[in-house]
């Protein structure tokens, strides 16, 4: 139903590993699934989000769903909520019904309800988003369709310098300036943080063990609070000067100290080699 959540479940299932197609032509199911399995591999998981928007060719669905998923398992999701609920999201989001015409948003809500009405007995799971919130929607669409891989928080370490300016999307800055500089030990200048001799000398600080204990544990702390508002991707940002010794070394052990706590996470070094 148009206000019911597609988009938000959408969004959630691409989250999930999900290829999403908005708006499909029910008879292009069988082609869509023919490009992803040859692209992708027959593993990759399929979202077609489909609605009154295709106009003649939603009266097909029915015929092509089964057919068109191509000997894999087909699943389908209806969404709605009360008319109360839904009249009232639509004109927050200030956007006619499609099927209003030149009547009020109640009226095409009424033929969609009429419209949809086969495939909503027809459908294998009916989500009734009354009573939801944006977070509470996604964590149903998890529970159903997440897997443990899929579902748990996957953190980006970002290692940076601070001349090259701070990254714009992070989630937790830390500075590393408050180090020793292995710029200004002459046999540490060449090498980067990614090797043993400056790694080795800047963890060996106790300023620095000190801090990635703690700052490992502050990330893993926040974990759980994430995934239950439903988000499941963290940035962090640990910077020094130039990017190529302390945040770089620092960043590689955070990232070793998360994955040993079954937190996914993976390092990106952003300004290294720019020097």
Excluded at 93 to 115: C, F, I, K, N, Y
Excluded at 127 to 148: C, Y
Excluded at 219 to 226: L, M, P, T
């Amino acid at each position: 139903m148009t206000g019911a959540g597609r988009s938000t479940a959408a969004k959630e299932l691409e989250d999930l590993g999900f290829f999403v197609v908005d708006n499909l032509p029910p008879g292009l199911l069988k082609e869509v699934t023919r490009l992803v399995d040859a692209s992708l591999g027959p593993a990759t998981p399929i979202a077609v989000v489909i609605d009154v928007r295709s106009g003649a060719f939603f009266e097909s669905l029915s015929a092509n769903l089964h057919h068109g998923a191509a000997g894999r398992h087909a699943t389908l999701v209806f969404l709605e909520a009360t008319d109360e609920v839904l009249v009232r999201r639509q004109e927050a989001a200030r956007r006619p019904h499609p099927l209003q015409g030149s009547g009020r948003l109640l009226d095409g809500l009424q033929r969609e309800r009429e419209v949809l009405a086969p495939l909503r007995g027809d459908a294998d799971l009916v989500i009734d988003t009354s009573a939801f919130n944006v977070h509470q929607l996604t964590d149903k669409i998890a529970a159903e369709f997440g897997t443990p891989e899929t579902v748990r928080l996957k953190v980006s370490v970002v290692s940076f310098g601070f001349k090259y300016g701070i990254p714009v999307d992070t989630d937790f800055l830390a500075d590393m300036r408050f180090l020793p500089n292995p710029h200004w030990v002459p046999e540490l200048r060449p090498h980067t943080g990614l090797e043993a001799p400056v790694s080795d000398y800047v963890l060996g600080q106790p300023a620095a063990e000190e801090f990635v204990g703690r700052w490992v544990e502050l990330i893993a702390g926040v974990a759980d609070g994430y995934l239950a508002q439903g988000k499941r991707f963290a940035q962090v940002a640990v910077g020094c000067t130039g990017g190529k010794h302390r945040s770089v070394a620092v960043t590689e052990e955070v990232v070793r100290r998360l994955a040993a706590r079954g937190i996914e996470a993976r390092a990106v070094h952003r300004d290294l080699g720019r020097e």
